[in-house]
């Protein structure tokens, strides 16, 4: 599991947007952190976890010429 350390400032939706690249995955990164569940604003040094969890990329869509 990996984990990034937030700065004065940063929200979880958006750290974990940044990282998955979706907010799909919010339950299952809000239960690796619990110790934010009742920030909404995190504070310098707060360690936010990010479990390995397999998120679906999106299927690339573009002009097909044939």
């Keep these: ?24 995955v919010m339950n299952e990164v809000m239960m690796a ?3 934010l569940m ?3 604003i995190l504070d310098d040094g707060d360690k936010v976890y990010l479990p390995d969890i397999e998120t679906a990329t999106p299927e690339e869509k573009g002009v097909s010429l044939w």
């Design 38 to 40: 009742k920030k909404t």
């Design 1 to 24: 599991m990996k984990h990034t350390v937030a700065t004065h400032g940063d929200r979880l939706d958006r750290i974990i947007y940044a990282y998955y690249g979706t907010l799909d």
């Design 33 to 35: 952190n619990v110790h």
